[in-house]
């Protein structure tokens, strides 16, 4: 009998485990972006559609593009991601700003970094802004010819959405700069605006390679 209660008695173990549940804010944008990520599929489905219908038309028109340049403007959305996701680390530190001098990058806060990513982007968005202005002295335009056509809507939805990116930057840094304390929500907003402009990133890489490349 003693033996039973003592065994009775014994206190009884067990493991308390945690679950962690997935930030709603990084899944729902995450779902979003998914979304769009088949409306640029749909734009590639025109393009593709449109350039097996009438090949002359691509033989003919992308003589007036500039693929050097163009490689120039995309090194720089590219290089403005890496930028990004440095801002993105710096958040994640919980580190607004920056400890040191203006000149020493590597004591740079989220501000200095998403800043730099926002000038990065406005200078993409110049570039095709003067491809544009170029494509339309030489008599490309959006209702000129087919290939016009899904060259100013592919691209164009793009810069729209790279336009938005912009505004999201601006959105976080005064979110940062207005908060008493940088905590997780202000680290979230980067977070999930780093996925948006990876994305954007990625699909321009995409862009480029059919429309640049694969003349």
């Given amino acids: 009998m003693s033996d039973v209660s ?21 899944v729902g944008t995450i ?17 593709f559609t449109l350039r097996s219908a009438v090949p002359d038309e691509w033989v003919k028109q992308t003589e007036h593009l500039t693929v050097p340049f163009a490689l120039g403007n995309t090194i720089v959305l590219v290089l403005s991601s890496v930028t990004c ?22 004591r740079w806060g989220m501000n200095e970094w998403m800043t730099a990513t926002y000038v990065m982007g406005s200078i993409f968005i110049a570039g095709q802004v003067l491809e544009y202005a170029e494509l339309v002295e030489n008599g490309l ?17 793009h810069g729209l959405h790279v336009i938005g990116g912009l505004i999201a930057f601006l959105f976080l840094l005064g979110r940062s700069f207005s908060a ?30 059919v429309i640049y490349l694969l003349q």
Avoid: C
């Fill in 180 to 209: 008493k304390r940088f905590g997780h929500h202000e680290a979230t907003t980067a977070i999930v605006t780093s996925y948006y402009w990876h994305f954007v990133d990625v699909v321009w890489i995409a862009l480029f390679s």
């Fill in 31 to 47: 779902v979003w972006l998914a979304s769009e990520l088949m409306f640029f599929a749909g734009l590639f489905a025109m393009y």
């Fill in 6 to 26: 003592t065994a009775t008695a014994a206190p009884r173990t067990s493991a308390h485990l945690s679950v962690n549940r997935p930030n709603p804010v990084s």
């Fill in 85 to 106: 996701q440095m801002g993105v680390w710096a958040a994640e530190r919980f580190q607004p700003a920056r400890s040191g001098r203006l000149y020493q990058v590597g």
């Fill in 141 to 157: 335009t959006i209702s000129s010819s087919p290939y016009g056509s899904v060259f100013f809507l592919t691209t164009g939805f």
